[in-house]
């Protein structure tokens, strides 16, 4: 089940490269997480991985974001509470606002 997970998080990872709103680093934290109980090898390899290794071992290490994550984060939360804005009614469009305000709150308190 955690590899499975872990492969999931791998590919949702790499297809966030390519989509701008969808997050890389996140699923390969969550892919390090599940490998380190199913496959260390995977794990390894993910760690030793020229991008992405240094994000997960400075979330590991300190729980720590880097500050070009944080503004991208910040882009992508201010992207998507426009489009709430926009799109939904205008109760409605309190929701996202809010959640991505809590998840701006929770990004910006990391380390750098």
């Known amino acids: 089940m955690f590899l499975g997970a872990g492969l999931v998080g791998l590919v949702l990872g790499f297809i966030g490269i390519a989509l701008p709103l969808l997050p890389t680093v ?5 892919a390090a997480w599940c490998f ?17 290794g240094p ?3 400075a979330w590991r290490d300190r729980g720590a974001i880097s500050r070009r994550g944080k503004l991208a984060a910040s882009a992508a939360l201010l992207l998507s509470s426009a489009a709430g804005l926009i799109v939904l009614e ?3 469009s309190l929701l996202p606002l809010a959640a991505c305000l809590g998840a701006a709150a929770f990004i910006w308190t990391r380390p750098d």
């Not at 996140?26 to 969550?30: A, D, G, R, S, V």
């Not at 380190?36 to 992405?52: K, M, N, V, Y």
Request: glycine fraction near 4%; aromatic fraction near 14%.
């Open 36 to 52: 380190t109980r199913s496959d260390p090898r995977l794990e390894g390899w993910l760690l030793a991985h020229p991008r992405a």
């Open 90 to 92: 205008p109760l409605w």
């Open 26 to 30: 996140p699923f390969w934290i969550l």
């Open 55 to 57: 994000s997960i071992r």
